[in-house]
Each structure stands twice: as C-alpha cells, then as structure tokens.
C-alpha cells in the first residue's frame, strides 16, 4: 500500500493531519444526502472531456462521462494483470488521447502510457523508467510539446521528452538545495510553462522558470503559518495564474501575486467531505476527489472555481457502480483542459 493509502487508513483525522488538531472539520448539512444527488451542470468547452481518476486502492485508471454523475458506471476502465499497475497515484492524459499514469511498482518507480481509448486488460504501449527516479511518482503535468513533468518526492521535479520509452534520462531535473525541495508530492505548470512545486515536507509551493534545470533557486515561494498549508497533496494553477491547493478538509486559493508567508484570499470547502485529495481545474470548473465526512466513501465533486466558504457540490459521482476504490489517493485529469 502507498504511503497515502497508510496515512487515510488510519481514519479521516489522520489523513488531514495537523488540520483535525486546529481546524474543526466542517459540519455535514443534513439537508444533503449522497443518495440525493444534484442534476448535472453543463459547463465547460465543446468537445471530448472526461475525468480520469488514478485509484490507488483498485490497481485501475477509470474514466468517466464528463457530465456524469451519482452512482455511474465508468466509461473506460484500465485494470487487470496485463495493465502492470500497481497502486497508480497521478494521471494525465495528452493532446492525442494517450493517458500516462505515475505508478509505484512492483518493478520500481515508473510512468505507464496507454493508448488511446484503451480499457479493461490493456498492456501499456510504453513504459517510463529511469536511474533518476528512485521514488514513486506522486504527480504527473504535461506541456503541449508533451514533455511530462514528474512529482518525484526526494529525486525533486524529473521532465522527460515525448515519446521516450524504456530506462531513459530526463532532459531536465529541479533538485538540489538550492531549489529548497526536499519531499515533491505535486507539479503544475502555469500558461508560460513556468513550474510550480509542492513540497510536502516544508508544507511550501514553489515556483521555477520555464525551462529551469538543475540546482535553481526558485523564483518564489510560498510558506509560512499564514498559508494555512499543512496537508497539501495536490494543486493546480488556472490560466490567471490563481493557485488552487487541496490541503485536508478544504481548497486554499491564492492569488496569482501571492508570495511568502501571504494568506490565501479564500477557503472552499464541500459540505459532507472531509478530506480533499485531487484537484483538477476546467474552464470554470474546479474538480476535486475527496473522502465523505462519516465512512471515508470516495466520490469526485464539482464546483465553480469562484466558489467561497462551505459549498455544497454542484455535481458529485460516488456509489459501488464508480469502482472507486476507497482510502487511497486518487486524482483527476480533464482530457478537455
């Protein structure tokens, strides 16, 4: 099991960490049940969109409908021997469809890539490995060259170039102690290409130039008890450059001139979850995976990104035909965004 799936299967409190000692978890509003699920919004861009989730707990990738919602069954499932997936932690999907997944094993560390559309028993059409890359990867970002960012905890950020396959280099690394990285759970790229890192040690996000290799100071950082961060997994940055954080019970949302020990300009939070694990942005949208209030149930939500305070989701998949798998991290792609 992940390090992630420990940490939720010690319970809800353990999993938001220094979030259950000084925050209260948000009341559950009783008028909202998971067995009375809101209708569908439609939102987004024309075209093909789904959400791909990595579920650690199931060994699977699994898609889903765009607009879909309560307890639905997947679109595409990608599990089974041949798949070789071990505990997948991230995903991502490229402008041609091809879905890469940051597995952990049984091997070693290493990024899968399926074909397009692929489901059920599928092998990978390629295999990612390197000598640099001695921890599992924990988040996935790609540019639209598709060269592919790797949240690589220890070994800091490793981008490979499109198309390799096999025990290959990267052909840049973020890592040393000038970047001040030392435990990388997560990697976002802005509209410029410039990278942004979550450290999961240092509790601090911290943004590098496009193209930035080597032992690079970053060009800010974000830190300090201000911030709130204390349990960050995930984050994403929209095409205004706000920063978006899933951090235990809630979303901490930055402004794009935030720096230091600044505090976000607001908190979301979704009634009856308690735990926010991935998070995913779309145009208005913001996607997050989390864990319900009472019995850990995984469920994907949906929400505006202007969304402030206690929100109740505007959309929510959960329920046994999900095949969601239950207390692991799992994160979302958009193929649309």
Known sequence: MSRFGLLFAAGACAAIAVGCASRAVPPTQASV??????????????????????????????????????????????????????????????????????????????????????????????????????????????????????????????????????????????????????????????????????????????????????????????AGPNTGLAAAVDFRVNRTDVIYVSDGHQVLVFPASRSGNGKPSRTVQAIGWSTILGIQIHDSNLEMSALADADGTPGLLDMSQAAKGQVVPSRIISGPSTGLGGLDRIKIHDLGG
């Open 33 to 222: 049940s998971r067995g009375a699920l809101p209708a569908p919004v439609e939102t987004g861009s024309p075209g093909p969109h789904q959400l791909f989730v990595a579920d650690a707990t199931s060994d699977a990738v699994i898609a889903f409908d765009w607009f879909a919602n309560g307890d639905v069954t997947p679109e595409q499932m990608i599990q089974g021997p041949s798949t070789g997936l071990t505990a997948p932690q991230a995903v991502e999907v490229d402008n041609r469809g091809f879905v890469y997944v940051g597995d952990t094993g049984p091997s070693g560390p290493n990024i899968k890539v399926y074909s397009p559309n692929a489901t059920g028993d599928a092998a990978p059409a390629r295999t990612i490995t390197s000598s640099s890359m001695t921890d599992a990867p924990l988040g996935l970002a790609m540019d639209l060259a598709r060269d592919v960012y790797v949240a690589a905890q220890t070994d800091g950020v490793l981008v490979f170039g499109p198309g390799v396959n096999g025990v290959v280099s990267p052909i840049r690394s973020i890592a040393g102690p000038d970047t001040g990285l030392t435990d990388v759970v997560a990697v976002a790229l802005d509209a410029a290409n410039n990278v942004f890192a979550l450290d999961g040690a240092t509790h601090a996000i911290s943004e590098f130039a496009a193209g930035a290799n080597g032992d690079v100071a970053p060009i800010r950082t974000l």
